[in-house]
């Protein structure tokens, strides 16, 4: 086993609306990086994957509120820190953050070079800006764009440039975890791989250490990351390698989810999922058993008010539910 | 539509707007019933009559009369009739006999009166004081002793008998009272009388009516304008797009309002009716009506279900009416109740530069306005002639824009608190 | 730059353009008027004159002195030949003072006093409303609901409240006209101070209701940057809140340069409304004494004058924000 890069325990965080309600978005997760390895979190969308990527960042500002659990990143516990130290010692230099929309994450009337030059100088008030400036223009070069985008503003870049700006500000300072979420939703296909390619190289590189992606495209995270994690109602519900996780769901979602990707060939690849008929229940007052109940096929009445824990099973996995694994295998196999 | 109306109704600001709105419109219909009549009859014959209720003093005589005798009529009376000049004497005096006068208020009656009984002193002859003041204080303090004394006062009425001579036929005391219920006429008057004389308040209510359908025909016909153009110049697209964004592009940039003064001077003052003002004021503020549209038009014409109503051979009026419209219609919603504030606004204005509607018909804002400012009320303090005036106007553009403000945070969630 | 240089002559052409639309349409629309202008002029100055002939004589008169003999096309072009030379003929109301003589008195009165005002406003309403979004809780509450009520006072209500206030009860400075009645123009300290006390009061209602709009509008762009995109994502590569609040301001309140742009000529035109309840001696009370007295080619001129200044007004202000924009460069310059 490498060094663990990101650990997170038990993280709890909610957001409170505009009408003073709790909404339990993320609700007790835990997991692992480890140096060199990329992890997929999948799930529909408001399942709290992204609620997870902002609160692993250990920065909240209103409506997101830190309940309670770790965040360890190399070996520093950053959840118990005041915001501002987060601020200056572990955003963008520890943990950095490639945004949903990348089309609107840059300042538009803000040359690019200027913007880099605030975020490098948000951790280093002293560096000088020539310097800053060779160091954009090499990463710049590495993802393969032009020096004088650096004097560009945004609005004045293409969508493919844009993106790759992104990652390129986001990794400047050569972050430990770098959280990608959903960084392709907004391309197309080609676009999608070259920013996937471009992310692996910078790992392969050194640059950053681990990589973190969250998206609802599964062919995706199959094709990129070493493991994936399923979430589902602000919990995970499942957890193993990328082989494991599509060829050999276990968790009754993550069967739904994953039962049309199994030949993650080229003509299936595009498929759409098949629905899972219902919805997810209310964070707001989640139910007391298990939170997919409602809407599994399998479900048992025990199911519906007996909490249920993570159980590992085999090395590196875990799932969520009250039946064993082989006998939710048997079902499968017999459908 | 329905959970459209309710959410709508859910914001308060659009709510607390549609309040002071409707409660406008009420005052609008209900007052005239109350109160009906010709809102410009000149029933004063000075201007500016204090806002008050006036009682007749011909009929007052001869209603029935009742004794009363109230403690502090006499000092009442004295309050009333103690002229300034009078007060600015006695002060005077004070002064010059050497009275404490730091905390004196000229206006606590009572006061006044206790000091110069104190002070007064028909012997004494104040310093570098000459003759003729002396005595101007002797009268003063005889007067003063009188209208005090409280009883015994008295006023004749005379008429004339056969041979034309005056002869007493009535004496009126001044412990008499008469009911006003009882005098035949009393005239209320909560906003007093204008500068011809016409009751402020019922010309108000009246001129507010005339205004809001002003405002109303002028958004009415600017909406029209504006919602032609855009959706033509929209879904059209074109040729047509390019001459009709020609054209409106340079009446964005040409002031309305001078248009406005143009078109309005080259109608003359006789054919310029209220409907005439506010068919001018629509034709001069469409533009950007008929720009928005245009530009959410264009954003949906290339959707799904736009296309697929194309495919299904629908006519253009029928896309427009069942693909496009419902689409845009808030928006046209909150342009419209903008165009109505400014419609309303844009009359006074004109009104006031003396280009308003025909003044012989019906009263507006803007012609209240006018006619206040013409004879000088804003300077000789006859506030009820025109505050009224800009206090409607701006209570119906404020509710008009709050109402908008609400369907704004509606229909665009990010600005929603 | 090139790229500059096109949107610059794209812009010069649609002036260009809208300004010969203002000045055809300034022709022809006093000319529409049903009565005829010379004729009711004529029958004005003649006034008790009851000889037919005589009056014959002074409309045949006016009728040269206007050109409206000659055919429309022929009086366009005279119309324009002499109003390129600043000649706009002769006011009836103030004979024989030329139109341009009266009109280059009051001009300099109406920048002096609406273009500081304008923009003060304008700044004003900007810096109110940015704080009202970054504060949000309580004076958001008590500071939008009053702004939005002050906007909503006309131009003129504002102007005459303000006069009763200041002007009339508190006596905090004079109610009318642009200096001392009893002065004659002149350089001297009296005569300034004159001044600077007239201008009070005009110029702080124009202030008061350029601010209210101003202030509604920047609020709503400023929360609609806070929410945009770049805002988490500067904050999530740590950098500090002051520093992002800069970025979202200066978002902000550029595309309120287009708005100072698009309402300008509104706003000039209840500003003078405000000039004539202070009868301040500019192009506002001008055009008033012209409509009064029927002074048609006065009204012709101050309307085209005021025409030209907020053409001029938008022009510029679309090239400064092309300039500092980039959002429009991108959009325009290439």
């Known amino acids: 086993m490498g060094k663990a890069m990101l650990e997170v325990k038990n993280l709890k965080t909610k957001y409170i609306t505009r009408f003073h309600e709790d909404v339990y978005a993320v609700d007790g997760v835990s997991f692992t990086i480890e140096e060199g390895k990329s992890l997929g979190i999948a799930g529909e969308s408001g399942c709290g994957k992204s609620t997870l990527a902002l609160s692993m960042m250990g920065y909240y500002f209103a409506p997101l509120h830190y309940i309670s659990g770790d965040i360890i990143i190399d070996g520093k516990n950053i959840s118990g820190m005041d915001p501002d130290t987060v601020r200056k010692t572990i955003l963008g230099t520890e943990i950095a953050y490639i945004p949903q929309a990348a089309m609107n994450a840059l300042n538009p009337t803000q040359k690019i070079i200027r913007f880099i030059e605030d975020v490098v100088h948000a951790h280093d008030p002293k560096k000088d800006k020539k310097e800053i400036r060779e160091m954009a223009e090499k990463r710049f070069a590495e993802l393969g764009l032009p020096a004088e985008a650096l004097n560009k503003h945004a609005v004045e870049l293409s969508g493919g440039m844009k993106q790759r700006t992104v990652i390129a500000v986001s990794t400047i300072l050569n972050p430990k975890v770098l959280i990608a979420d959903e960084p392709s939703s907004a391309l197309d296909v080609t676009s999608q791989k070259m920013v996937i390619k471009m992310m692996r190289e910078l790992m392969e590189k050194g640059y950053i250490k681990s990589m973190l992606f969250i998206t609802h495209e599964l062919p995706l995270l199959y094709n990129v990351t070493d493991d994936i994690m399923v979430m589902y109602a602000g919990q995970l519900v499942e957890k193993g390698s990328a082989e494991q996780m599509v060829f050999d769901p276990v968790h009754p979602y993550s069967h739904g989810l994953m039962k049309s990707i199994l030949v993650p060939e080229e003509g299936t690849r595009g498929q759409k999922l098949t629905a899972i008929p219902g919805a997810p229940p209310n964070l707001k007052r989640p139910p007391d058993g298990c939170r997919f109940a409602a809407r599994c096929k399998y479900a048992k009445p025990e199911c519906r008010y007996s909490a249920i824990p993570e159980r590992e099973f085999e090395e590196n996995r875990m799932y969520r539910c009250l039946m064993g694994v082989d006998e939710l295998r048997e079902v499968y196999g017999n459908e | 539509m329905k959970n459209t109306l309710r959410q709508v109704f859910h914001s308060s600001k659009f709510v607390a707007g549609f309040i002071i709105f409707v409660a406008i419109l009420l005052l609008m219909i209900i007052y005239p019933l109350i109160n009906p009549g010709n809102p410009l009859q000149q029933i004063g014959v000075g201007t500016f009559a204090k806002p008050g209720t006036y009682v007749s003093l011909y009929d007052a005589t001869k209603a029935p009369v009742s004794t009363f005798r109230l403690p502090d009529a006499a000092e009442k009376r004295l309050g009333t009739s103690l002229s300034e000049e009078d007060k600015a004497a006695m002060v005077e005096w004070f002064e010059a006999v050497g009275a404490d006068i730091s905390d004196l208020d000229t206006n606590d009656t009572e006061k006044m009166l206790e000091m110069w009984d104190e002070y007064y002193d028909p012997s004494a002859k104040p310093k570098g004081m000459i003759r003729a003041k002396i005595l101007y204080y002797g009268r003063l303090d005889k007067s003063l002793k009188e209208m005090g004394s409280g009883d015994g006062d008295s006023i004749s009425i005379a008429e004339p008998n056969e041979e034309g001579v005056l002869e007493e036929t009535k004496k009126i005391l001044d412990t008499d009272y008469v009911n006003t219920k009882e005098v035949a006429n009393v005239k209320t008057l909560p906003l007093g009388t204008d500068n011809f004389g016409r009751d402020v308040l019922k010309e108000l209510v009246s001129a507010t009516g005339t205004s809001i359908r002003i405002g109303l025909i002028a958004g009415i016909v600017a909406t029209l304008i504006g919602l032609t153009l855009g959706l033509l110049a929209g879904y059209v697209g074109g040729f047509l797009d390019d001459i009709i964004m020609f054209v409106t592009n340079i009446f964005t940039v040409i002031p309305g309002f001078v248009l406005l003064i143009l078109i309005s001077y080259s109608i003359g003052q006789e054919q310029r009716g209220a409907a005439v003002v506010a068919i001018v004021i629509g034709f001069t503020s469409w533009t950007w009506t008929a720009r928005s549209v245009r530009s959410q038009v264009i954003s949906l014409r290339n959707r799904d279900h736009v296309n697929l109503s194309k495919l299904s051979g629908h006519s253009l009026v029928r896309i427009v009416l069942t693909d496009i419209l419902p689409y845009i219609a808030s928006y046209v919603v909150m342009a419209f109740i903008l165009q109505v504030s400014s419609g309303i606004l844009s009359e006074a204005q004109l009104s006031l530069l003396g280009l308003g509607p025909k003044t012989t018909e019906v009263p507006t804002l803007g012609l209240m306005m006018n006619w206040a400012m013409l004879y000088s009320a804003h300077t000789n303090g006859s506030w009820w002639a025109y505050f009224p005036v800009i206090l409607t106007i701006t209570l119906i553009s404020f509710s008009l824009n709050l109402m908008n403000t609400g369907l704004d945070q509606v229909f665009n969630p990010t600005l929603r608190d | ?334």
């Open chain 3, 1 to 334: 730059m090139k790229g500059y240089r096109k949107y610059f002559g794209k812009k010069l052409l649609w002036f260009v353009i809208t300004f010969i639309v203002a000045v055809i349409l300034n022709f022809i629309l006093p000319r529409l008027m049903p009565a005829d202008p010379v004729a009711s002029i004529t029958g004005k100055l003649a006034g008790g004159n009851s000889d037919a002939s005589a009056v014959a004589e002074i409309y045949k008169r006016y009728q040269k002195e206007f050109g409206t003999d000659l055919p429309m096309i022929q009086q366009f072009f005279r119309f324009c030949k002499n109003a390129i030379h600043g000649n706009f003929g002769l006011s009836f109301s103030q004979y024989p003072r030329s139109v341009s003589n009266i009109i280059a008195s009051s001009i300099g009165w109406t920048i002096a006093l609406q273009l500081p005002a304008i923009l003060v406003g304008w700044l004003l309403g900007n810096i109110l409303g940015a704080l009202a979004a970054y504060i949000r809780k309580g004076y958001d509450k008590v500071l939008l609901p009053v702004a939005l009520f002050l906007g909503n006072v006309p131009a003129f209500g504002m102007a005459v409240i303000m006069l009763v206030i200041f002007g009339v009860y508190l006596k905090i400075a004079p109610i009318s006209g642009g200096y001392a009645f009893d002065m004659i123009p002149h350089l001297s300290w009296n005569f300034i101070k004159s001044v600077i006390s007239h201008y009070q009061l005009p110029f702080w209602s124009i202030v008061i209701i350029s601010i209210g709009g101003q202030a509604v509008g920047m609020r709503s762009m400023s929360i609609y940057e806070l929410n945009a995109d770049y805002v988490k994502y500067s904050r999530f590569l740590g950098i500090k809140d002051r520093k992002i609040v800069g970025y979202v301001f200066r978002n902000a309140m550029l595309p309120q340069v287009t708005g100072l742009a698009m309402s300008i000529g509104t706003m000039i035109g209840g500003a003078l409304v405000a000039e004539i309840i202070f009868s301040y001696p500019g192009l506002g009370s001008t055009m008033y004494s012209a409509v009064t007295s029927a002074d048609y080619p006065l009204i012709s001129a101050t309307t085209l004058i005021i025409t030209i200044m907020v053409l001029i007004m938008t022009f510029l202000l679309d090239i400064i924000y092309g300039f500092i924009d980039p959002r429009v460069k991108a959009a325009q310059f290439e």
